[in-house]
């Protein structure tokens, strides 16, 4: 009989900050305490400079890795809208916004932790090699003496990965608890996230964590991979019931690190 298999070593994100001047974009304090892993928005698709200082602040408090999130420039779209970009114009877009956050890091002793696209460029550069190409090379021009391994998040066996292993850049492979996936893999990225039963998040994180399995839309279900050692799951915080979904998926990966000795 085969030994059973060891179950990936996870952890938890969020999108966060992503409200703008007075209006609120989700309940990030709450969601905090849920995580592992924050995704700052930088300014392009929400937030701004006092929403980005706080958001610093909370992952500070609650110990929690903070990362960039940039986006295409597209405030009225929330950044869910593709635009024809070329590479060098879409790392300098990723620069700045990284550049913006980096600041407000610094100010707060955090390390940058993890670069991730938000939204629809997410989608275009994991399927457009030079794209992806353009915002790996982000996270090498953020690392440092002292912090060598600013991490790309990105989706597992796209360009995102492929550009990554190119550059010598850590790849996180990244799974989503709250948004469905196609029979062929694909990611359905959505403008508003639809409501998630806490029963199907359950099935679905168990599927994935013991048996690397990402369940598509019809049902079926497909393998993340025999080499995918780590995975990140991501909870959007505009997801209706986000802190509750958060709370459920921390504990879950929480119980499965533990049993398989990762923490």
């Excluded at 994991?126 to 003496?145: G, N, T, Y």
């Excluded at 359950?202 to 995975?231: A, C, P």
């Amino acid at each position: 009989m085969a030994a059973p298999a060891t179950p990936l070593k996870a952890t938890v994100n969020c999108d966060m900050g992503e409200g703008f001047s007075l209006y609120k974009m989700g309940d990030d304090e709450e969601l905090m305490k849920h995580i592992h892993l924050a995704n700052i928005a930088c300014g392009f698709h929400a937030s701004d400079f006092s929403i980005m200082n706080s958001t610093v602040s909370l992952a500070k408090q609650y110990g929690v890795a903070a990362g960039a999130h940039p986006s295409l420039p597209d405030l009225q779209g929330f950044g869910r809208r593709e635009m024809a970009v070329e590479p060098d114009e879409l790392k300098s877009c990723f620069i700045y916004q990284v550049g913006a956050l980096s600041g407000f890091l610094k100010m707060h002793g955090l390390p940058l932790n993890h670069i991730k696209p938000h939204g629809a460029v997410y989608g275009q550069t994991s399927r457009s090699l030079p794209l992806a190409r353009a915002v790996v090379e982000v996270a090498q021009v953020f690392c440092s003496e002292g912090n060598r391994d600013v991490a790309f998040v990105g989706i597992a066996g796209s360009a995102h990965q492929t550009a990554a292993e190119e550059l010598g850049v850590k790849f996180i492979p990244e799974w989503f608890a709250d948004l469905d996936y196609t029979p062929e893999g694909k990611l359905i990225i959505t403008k508003k996230h639809d409501p998630v039963p806490l029963e199907t998040v359950r099935d679905r994180v168990m599927r994935l964590l013991n048996e690397k399995k990402v369940t598509t839309v019809e049902g079926g279900f497909l393998s993340l991979g025999d080499n995918i050692k780590e995975v990140t799951i991501c909870c959007h915080s505009d997801t209706p019931g986000a802190v509750e979904i958060a709370q459920l998926v921390k504990k879950l990966v929480d119980e499965s690190n533990r049993s398989a000795g990762y923490a």
